[in-house]
């Protein structure tokens, strides 16, 4: 292990093989890093904080401090953070407001400058977040979904896989997957054609897509009745209309609002 001789690492860290730890960086309490990651300088890390294999933590981000919330009180909670992560410089990522709840954070995700993750929020895996983006408490984000930066993302919504979210967007209700959306507040406006061809989404759910987005963002349909209009004519046993029509359902705070763009 190459530990810088200022790092400052308190004796209840366990540290994995092959870690480096860069000059002053601070790691305080039940810190668990896995093998082969890189903590650089001036990095804070503390609380019952789990990174895995392979990550690196760039210079001045602070990991699994307490939540921004004025109802906490101090109960001991949890961040989780996967494999193969980047985390840039100045990112933030709090631990729970709740006793033992987890803020998690899946494999091979890049968090770039100055991004906020707040306390309880789930992201998958292969999700980007660009620059200066936050997401508020409980915030969950899909597999490979892409938040462009400067967008604020409401507590409590929900971004779907291989959804799109153009910059300086205010997101506050559930972004469906493979829809794209951007303004302030954010509308749809089509679906994420690249992402989905870079993800290997076959050419029929791509079609079938295309058709449930069309009847789900129709002007003159409410959104229950799209919804069973979706199930009635497409097909449920292609995964990705199957995922797109569960999301919607469930979603408690709404999807965005129809644009006028389909």
């Known amino acids: 292990m190459k530990i810088h001789q200022t790092a400052i690492i308190d004796k209840k860290v366990k540290l994995g093989k092959n870690v480096e ?13 896995g093998d082969g990651t890189i903590i650089d300088a001036h990095v804070y890390i503390e609380g019952k904080t789990k990174i895995g294999k392979k990550c690196h933590v760039f210079c001045g981000a602070v990991i699994g401090t307490a939540p921004q919330d004025v109802s ?36 091979e995700n890049f968090f770039m400058g100055s991004v906020h993750i707040a306390h309880d929020c789930r992201i998958g895996n292969k999700v980007v977040i660009v620059n200066f983006s936050a997401a508020t408490g409980h915030v969950i984000i899909e597999d490979k979904a892409f938040i462009s930066g400067m967008v604020g993302i409401h507590q409590f919504v929900r971004i779907g896989t291989m959804a799109m979210i153009g910059g300086m967007s205010k997101i506050t209700q559930d972004v469906p997957p493979y829809v794209m959306v951007d303004g302030h507040p954010a509308k749809p406006y089509g679906l994420n054609k690249v992402g989905m061809v870079r993800n290997k989404v076959s050419q029929e759910a791509r079609a079938e897509l295309k058709k449930a987005y069309k009847i789900l963002y129709s002007q003159n349909i409410a959104i229950d009745k799209a919804i069973n209009m979706i199930k009635n004519d497409l097909d449920l046993s292609i995964p990705e209309i199957k995922h797109f029509v569960e999301f919607v359902e469930i979603s408690k705070r709404g999807i965005c609002k129809r644009g006028d763009m389909l």
Do not use: C, F, M, W
């Open 21 to 33: 730890i860069g000059p002053y960086a601070i790691l305080k309490g039940n810190v668990e890093i």
């Open 72 to 107: 906490y009180k101090g109960d001991q909670s949890v961040v989780v953070i996967g494999d193969d992560n980047i985390i840039r410089e100045y990112v933030t990522i709090h631990r729970s407001k709740h006793k033992d709840g987890i803020t998690s954070i899946g494999n």
